[in-house]
């Protein structure tokens, strides 16, 4: 951890009174659920890979909220944190996956022949499509807390498996380290590359250490499958294209996800999933499918009118600007994506955008005929 004190053992000499952090500016949900009780009964605890509950919080101590969403301000440092540590995460999860309980079970679907429709989003509004998960590899720390060795293991691990891969599904990984300067251009113009991590979420959650020593993108020859190997996830797996073909998109994502953990299996490795949390990733808000799926879509009328807050709500979206969860919409186009992680399976939640995108474009047709949207007003979903 580069900002933590979680190694300094001499802070049990203080009491948990001492220690424990002024959360009294905060807005996240790891700040409404730490007590001060909560604090003294955890500080001394930690996972076998030794994460311990200063480790877990860090981030949300340095970042107090954000003004548009609310963080959640914790992070994982490998799969037994969320065991280890429940009687923080289990509240966080509940608080932020809409009422999710301790004894409830996720579902998980990568069949995309369940999706129903998805391949008719109108083009002249729904400008791309894009479908993204995280995973994680069992048996190695997540990256917040893993180490050069872990890191360089997974990202061999990574190349190795997706060598393999064939058809639409081949391509090539390039290492952050060993770009050109063209081959980042490339990569940055095509809006592939992560960059080096400048969000302070991320800086204080001691993902960015070594940067960019074992980092890179893996990406298919047409440029439409693509895998992120150690940023916030050891894995970040995304297909996109452009156009209104969600079906075309989910497709890819579920038989190339499918692969990879096929690959990964032979190697002896499995990903980190159970029943009640799905799939285990490094930031709560991300547990379950992992899954945001998302289109860029020209909506200038809708965005303006009085319900459009409450219309996304009902529908269970959530709009972003197009250059990601910071920016605001630039000429009425909006990336609308599900809200929900945890809960509902991967086609559940690509149902919603489908049927929710098909319905914010009708509702923009007849503003812009100068209709009434009255009798389009969904039910809460």
């Not at 791309?128 to 720390?141: A, K, M, Q």
């Not at 991300?286 to 289109?295: C, D, M, S």
Request: charged share 30%.
């Amino acid at each position: 951890m580069p900002f933590g004190n979680t190694h300094n053992k001499l802070k049990m000499n203080y009491s948990a009174e001492q220690e424990y952090p002024d959360l009294s500016q905060h807005n996240n949900h790891m700040a409404k659920v730490l007590t001060p009780d909560m604090y003294a009964n955890l500080r001394d605890k930690e996972t076998p890979s030794g994460f311990t509950l200063d480790d877990i919080i860090q981030t949300g101590v340095d970042n107090p909220g954000h003004p548009f969403i609310m963080t959640v301000g914790c992070v994982a440092g490998d799969e037994e944190t969320y065991e280890v540590f429940k009687e923080l995460l289990d509240p966080v999860i509940e608080d932020r996956h809409g009422g999710y309980k301790p004894s409830d079970k996720h579902k998980t679907d990568l069949n995309s022949e369940n999706l129903q429709g998805g391949d008719d989003l109108d083009p002249n509004y729904v400008l791309s499509s894009r479908v993204r998960t995280g995973r994680s590899i069992r048996g190695f720390c997540l990256p917040p807390h893993c180490s050069r060795g872990e890191r360089r293991a997974i990202e061999n691990l990574s190349i190795e498996s997706l060598d393999i891969l064939e058809g639409d599904l081949k391509g090539k990984y390039y290492a952050l380290k060993n770009m050109t300067e063209e081959e980042q251009q490339q990569l940055i113009d095509d809006h592939f590359l992560f960059d080096k991590p400048v969000s302070p979420l991320l800086l204080a959650s001691g993902m960015a250490r070594d940067w960019p020593d074992g980092r890179g993108i893996w990406h298919n020859d047409n440029k439409t499958f693509l895998v992120w190997v150690n940023e916030e996830d050891h894995l970040r797996v995304i297909s996109m294209q452009k156009g209104g073909n969600m079906r075309e998109v989910f497709t890819r994502f579920c038989t190339g996800l499918t692969k990879i953990e096929g690959l990964f299996k032979e190697r002896g490795h499995e990903f980190m999933w159970n029943e009640h949390l799905g799939y285990v990733l490094t930031c709560p808000s991300n547990l379950g499918t992992g899954l945001r799926a998302g289109v860029h879509v020209k909506l200038p009328n809708v965005s303006k009118h009085e319900k459009f807050g409450e219309i996304l709500k009902r529908l269970r979206l959530q709009k972003r600007g197009t250059g990601g969860v910071d920016t605001a919409a630039v000429g009425g186009v909006f990336d609308i994506s599900n809200a929900d992680r945890l809960g509902f399976s991967e086609v559940e939640l690509v149902q919603m955008v489908v049927d929710g995108v098909n319905l914010l474009v009708d509702m923009e047709k007849r503003l812009e005929a100068g209709e009434s949207i009255d009798d389009l007003m969904p039910e809460q979903k």
